[in-house]
T-cell receptor, first 112, second 115 residues
Framework: EAGVAQSPRYKIIEKRQSVAFWCNPI?????LYWYQQILGQGPKLLIQ????????DSQLPKDRFSAERLKGVDSTLKIQPAKLEDSAVYLC??????????FGAGTRLSVL | AQSVTQLGSHVSVSEGALVLLRCNYS??????LFWYVQYPNQGLQLLLK??????LVKGINGFEAEFKKSETSFHLTKPSAHMSDAAEYFC?????????????FGGGTRLMVKP
């Protein structure tokens, strides 16, 4: 069974630039999550989708972050414009339910 | 609101020694508890989970954890550390086992194994 795919693996941008991350969840998983993991900290949930609807985006900085999950499968997370403090690993996870989330390898973003 | 505290951001053990990683949680409802492991440049991998069945949970790679409600703890142990166990370990709590559950993670503990 293929795992959660994320791309790119690494991205370096300058502040005020835009960036987008892509996630392909495990086939059949209805729930998809985006997390932000700052160096030395645990992952923090940014947004949760159930199929193509948003379940929770209370911790998403909506003035600069946006996410979508068209057709209830792939998802993209965008930052526009990026700030220095956005430097982190962005993790995508998917879940079939039953309390288990499966994580991708993440995208490491460096904002200079 | 739920929260997780992992005592000790870094733990160092010798190969063959006991591994003990501490996790305490706060939850207003009966919790579901998880341990994940993260190897360098990889995503998180589930080690084990507690979902209100047996209080002693066995996971992969010889790890186990015991749910102690009176102590609000879910410490992770392994009798004998191996070099390959060196990684970052995260404890997480959820208030649901259904689809759509949200995880709250602790800050993580980096395990170092000395030869």
């Amino acid at each position: 069974e293929a795992g959660v795919a994320q791309s790119p693996r690494y991205k370096i941008i300058e502040k005020r630039q835009s960036v987008a991350f892509w996630c392909n969840p495990i086939s059949g998983h209805a729930t998809l999550y985006w997390y932000q993991q700052i160096l030395g900290q645990g992952p923090k949930l940014l947004i949760q989708f159930q199929n193509n609807g948003v379940v929770d985006d209370s911790q998403l900085p909506k003035d600069r972050f946006s996410a979508e999950r068209l057709k209830g499968v792939d998802s993209t997370l965008k930052i526009q414009p990026a700030k220095l403090e956005d430097s982190a690993v962005y993790l995508c996870a998917s879940s079939p339910g039953w309390g288990v989330q499966y994580f991708g390898a993440g995208t490491r973003l460096s904002v200079l | 609101a739920q929260s997780v505290t992992q005592l000790g951001s870094h733990v160092s053990v010798s190969e063959g020694a006991l591994v003990l990683l501490r996790c305490n949680y706060s939850s207003s409802v009966p919790p579901y508890l998880f341990w994940y492991v993260q190897y360098p440049n990889q995503g998180l991998q589930l080690l084990l989970k507690y979902t209100s069945a047996a209080t002693l949970v066995k996971g992969i790679n010889g790890f186990e954890a015991e749910f102690k409600k009176s102590e609000t703890s879910f410490h992770l142990t392994k009798p004998s550390a191996h070099m390959s166990d060196a990684a970052e370990y995260f404890c997480a709590v959820s208030d649901s086992n259904d689809a759509g559950n949200m995880l709250t993670f602790g800050g993580g503990t980096r395990l170092m194994v000395k030869p």
